[in-house]
T-cell receptor, first 117, second 107 residues
Framework: DAGVTQSPTHLIKTRGQQVTLRCSPK?????VSWYQQALGQGPQFIFQ???????QRGNFPDRFSGHQFPNYSSELNVNALLLGDSALYLC????????????????FGSGTQLSVL | QQPVQSPQAVILREGEDAVINCSSS?????VHWYRQKHGEAPVFLMI?????EQKGHEKISASFNEKKQQSSLYLTASQLSYSGTYFC????????FGTGTRLTVIP
């Protein structure tokens, strides 16, 4: 049973560029959440996708956008990259339900390490 | 809204016990606990719902005091495999992770 897979594992970009990160959820999961984890910090919630729609969003600017496909895989797009966007980006999958997060066990991927120069 | 964890770091010898605390300034609906080893993905440990319940996972257990908006993770008879960074996640209208507690178990 494949777990959560993310690609690429590492990425180097320059300021102002755009980046797309990809995530395939664990088999049977229909919900994908994205997190940004700066070095030495806890994961910060970016947004969650359920039924191909953004269900909840954290305190991130509109430069961060996403998409969920009919097969439940997801993409995270970041435009106009800033140096401060350098971080580990984690994708987590779960079985969607309400209320959000209350009793949702999250399965994390190993992440994409983004470096912005 | 980020929960505060304490201590920030702790070093244990194998077989010793530890407690990690998580405190929120907001009313909580539930609390999550995850462990992340260096260079790896966070791994789910447990979720505690309102009701002051206590849960266990092998020799790791946790409690949730909703009135105090606090949760504690208890590690008993620690093993080398327990090393890693422990994150609590507080659920209000969203899931906010704390800054983590780095636990190191030495022989």
């Amino acid at each position: 049973d494949a777990g959560v897979t993310q690609s690429p594992t590492h990425l180097i970009k320059t300021r102002g560029q755009q980046v797309t990160l990809r995530c395939s959820p664990k088999s049977g999961h229909d919900t994908v959440s994205w997190y940004q984890q700066a070095l030495g910090q806890g994961p910060q919630f970016i947004f969650q996708y359920y039924e191909e729609e953004e269900r909840q969003r954290g305190n991130f600017p509109d430069r961060f956008s996403g998409h969920q496909f009919p097969n439940y895989s997801s993409e995270l797009n970041v435009n106009a990259l800033l140096l401060g966007d350098s971080a580990l980006y984690l994708c987590a999958s779960s079985l969607g339900g309400a209320p959000i997060f209350l009793d949702e066990k999250l399965f994390f991927g190993s992440g994409t390490q983004l470096s912005v120069l | 809204q980020q929960p505060v964890q304490s201590p920030q770091a702790v070093i244990l010898r194998e077989g010793e016990d530890a407690v990690i605390n998580c405190s929120s300034s907001k009313a909580l609906y539930s609390v999550h606990w995850y462990r992340q080893k260096h260079g790896e993905a966070p791994v789910f440990l447990m979720i505690l719902l309102k009701g002051g319940e206590q849960k266990g996972h092998e020799k790791i257990s946790a409690s949730f005091n909703e009135k105090k908006q606090q949760s504690s993770l208890y590690l008993t008879a620690s093993q080398l495999s327990y090393s890693g960074t422990y994150f609590c996640g507080s659920v209000t209208n969203n899931l906010f992770f704390g800054t983590g507690t780095r636990l190191t178990v030495i022989p």
